[in-house]
């Protein structure tokens, strides 16, 4: 028997680590659990619940040393707390829907079987993402999944945004930009909705999501028009461990000095540069802030992606016709004020001018009032905007609020 109040579980698998949430809905979607399972693959890898009374509260150590032994650990946990069937439904964070798929879909032999076939698009997070469906289904076969696509909130860029400048002839093999993080921002959209109305929503939006994984987006009308990442997750600004944007000649350049060969070249340009590269010491961003005084390698990371992310909002700034609202989000974006007050030093030219105290206070708005731009702190949150976008797929719930 299912209960009478639907519960929503959203999971989202990255390469080494799987966070979930555990959602109820009856008149608004409140979270009832959340956690995440770190580390995988490596000796310390980390299993965390968070809940509302103490004994779901706990964090420990776990043997996860392969994604599939993760997912494993994970379903145990999962099987003992729904004995009951507590759980309605099970949505996916899926990073890629290529070029077929620009809304939510629930999951089929057919969707499961198209979704491989796209796995060469984004061979970094796919096939962990589809072993994690895969393993769902034969443990709780009677669940339905849902696919939650990052890729779905740019499918209708315009086609100028689209388009690489490569032969024509592999766009018709699904070789187009995509750009990601769309959960993110189909979230902080709804939210910049909700906090400053529509009207302000449909004017000329920056979205800048900065975290281990950084991207930025040009929104107008409430639609994408743009972004920084490209085909895949590594173009764009710096990030944690990602290249962002590289001359493509440097991949035949290295080939030729150093011997890369293109699988040492990919691995390279995901989890050894970034931050972690210019720096030679940290990819995070709270490490590099405490050296950046005494090392120059720490503080030449960090300026490199404060000056990149400026960048970008220039270029989406002149993609738009002018900025009206800029938004910072992600773990850095949110709790970093130093690296707003860098990125956001010397576009006063575009309006953008920052409040020092309420920056420093990590406020809700942080722009000066003699600023044209409006400029917003908003935490994002893609396993809630999963749980929503399962209840919009299924039906369940009521258009409310949202705790």
């Not at 004995?83 to 879909?105: C, D, F, I, M, W």
């Not at 987006?217 to 290249?243: C, E, L, N």
């Not at 990149?308 to 002149?318: E, M, R």
């Not at 920052?354 to 406020?363: I, M, P, S, T």
Request: glycine letters at 8%; one cysteine or more; a neutral charge.
């Amino acid at each position: 028997m299912k209960p009478s109040t639907p519960r929503i579980l959203a999971l989202n698998g990255g390469s080494s680590s799987i966070k979930f949430a555990i959602f109820e809905v009856n008149n608004s979607i409140l979270k009832v659990l959340e956690g995440s399972i770190e580390r995988i693959g490596l000796p310390n890898a980390t299993f965390h619940v968070k809940g509302p009374i103490e004994i779901d509260n706990f964090s420990r150590q776990v043997k996860a040393s392969s994604y599939s032994a993760a997912v494993n650990f994970l379903m145990d946990w999962i099987a003992e707390y729904n004995k009951n069937n507590e759980l309605t439904a099970v949505g996916h964070r899926v990073v890629h829907g290529g070029p077929k798929y620009s809304k939510p879909q629930q999951i089929t032999a057919e969707v499961f079987d198209a979704l491989r076939l796209l796995s060469p698009l984004d061979p970094e997070h796919l096939p962990e993402e589809l072993l994690l469906i895969e393993v769902f289904h034969q443990r709780f076969p009677n669940l339905q999944q849902i696919a939650c696509f990052d890729t779905a909130f740019h499918h209708d860029m315009p086609r100028v945004a689209q388009l690489l400048p490569i032969p024509r002839c592999y766009e018709a093999k699904g070789v187009r930009r995509y750009g990601f993080h769309g959960l993110s921002y189909e979230f902080l959209m709804e939210e910049l909705n909700r906090l400053a109305g529509s009207e302000v929503a449909k004017d000329r939006v920056i979205l800048a999501h900065l975290g281990n994984g950084a991207s930025l987006a040009a929104v107008q009308q409430g639609k994408s028009i743009d972004t920084s990442m490209s085909f895949t997750p590594t173009a764009g600004v710096p990030m944690s461990t990602r290249s962002g944007d590289l001359d493509p000649g440097l991949a035949w350049y290295l080939s030729r000095t150093e011997g890369l060969d293109p699988k040492q070249f990919n691995e390279m340009v995901n989890f050894k540069s970034g931050l972690l590269g210019v720096s030679e010491t940290s990819s995070d961003m709270r490490d590099l802030l405490k050296l950046a005084t005494h090392d120059v390698r720490a503080a030449e990371a960090v300026a490199l992606f404060c000056y990149q992310v400026k960048k970008w909002i220039g270029a989406f700034a002149a993609a738009l016709g002018g900025v009206d609202t800029l938004v910072f989000a992600g773990g850095i974006g949110e709790n970093a004020p130093t690296i707003r007050a860098q990125i956001c030093h010397g576009l006063e030219f575009l309006g953008i001018t920052l409040e020092e105290k309420r920056n420093l206070a990590n406020e809700g708005i942080i722009s000066a009032p003699s600023g044209r731009v409006e400029v917003r702190v908003i935490c994002t949150n893609e396993e809630l905007m999963i749980a929503k976008t399962v209840c919009r797929v299924l039906g369940i719930g009521k258009k409310e609020k949202t705790i």
